[in-house]
């Protein structure tokens, strides 16, 4: 982009004198931008898709090991704080829950608790690894969710706080089986 042809084009626009380029071709030239921006900002977005990849993967490697973490078939892992005493939630169940959510470097994305206000929703409504993460939680429980990208928001993340790939993590109790 050459800074003094926006300028002249500028001052001919706003003088009515004929531009040196034709209304089309000023289209063309703003679409080819467009074009160029949306491509790098794609190439921007694979690339951190694949670094949270690896690092999730990396993650889930070694959390695995941790005492007292749990794999299921699916690969969502879950560690138990607090065991509870009531009934399970089964797929279509809604529920009541507090939770906080973090991505694999501590930075917090979202919590109930913070809100002062527990959260209800349909376990059909969710991502994958809350549906299947709850349903192993009696109420009363407070489980630890830790979510391979796939059960969570995968390649397309949640933007603008969760990324492409991201492993999450979440500290969910349930209160509440509503219905």
């Given at each position: 982009?050459?800074?003094?042809?926006?300028?002249?084009?500028?001052?001919?626009?706003?003088?009515?004198?004929?531009?040196?380029?034709?209304?089309?071709?000023?289209?063309?030239?703003?679409?080819?931008?467009?074009?160029?921006?949306?491509?790098?900002?794609?190439?921007?977005?694979?690339?951190?898709?694949?670094?949270?990849?690896?690092?999730?993967?990396?993650?889930?490697?070694?959390?695995?090991?941790?005492?007292?973490?749990m794999t299921t078939p699916s690969g969502?892992?879950?560690?138990?704080?607090?065991?509870?005493?009531?009934?399970?939630?089964?797929?279509?169940?809604?529920?009541?829950?507090?939770?906080?959510?973090?991505?694999?470097?501590?930075?917090?994305?979202?919590?109930?608790?913070?809100?002062?206000?527990?959260?209800?929703?349909?376990?059909?409504?969710?991502?994958?690894?809350?549906?299947?993460?709850?349903?192993?939680?009696?109420?009363?429980?407070?489980?630890?969710?830790?979510?391979?990208?796939?059960?969570?928001?995968?390649?397309?993340?949640?933007?603008?706080?969760?990324?492409?790939?991201?492993?999450?993590?979440?500290?969910?109790?349930?209160?509440e089986i509503v219905k």
């Amino acid at each position: 982009v050459d800074p003094d042809k926006i300028a002249a084009g500028r001052r001919q626009a706003l003088l009515g004198e004929t531009t040196l380029l034709t209304e089309e071709q000023m289209a063309q030239v703003l679409q080819s931008f467009q074009e160029e921006m949306m491509a790098k900002q794609q190439e921007v977005t694979a690339k951190k898709g694949e670094e949270a990849m690896k690092k999730g993967e990396e993650f889930l490697a070694k959390n695995k090991t941790q005492a007292g973490v749990m794999t299921t078939p699916s690969g969502l892992q879950y560690k138990v704080i607090k065991e509870g005493k009531g009934a399970k939630p089964t797929a279509t169940s809604q529920v009541k829950v507090h939770y906080t959510g973090t991505l694999i470097d501590g930075k917090k994305f979202d919590s109930s608790v913070d809100r002062g206000e527990p959260a209800v929703f349909g376990l059909n409504q969710v991502i994958p690894a809350w549906t299947e993460g709850l349903q192993l939680m009696s109420v009363g429980s407070k489980y630890m969710l830790y979510i391979p990208s796939a059960m969570g928001y995968g390649p397309t993340g949640n933007p603008p706080v969760i990324g492409p790939n991201e492993v999450l993590i979440f500290e969910v109790e349930l209160i509440e089986i509503v219905k």
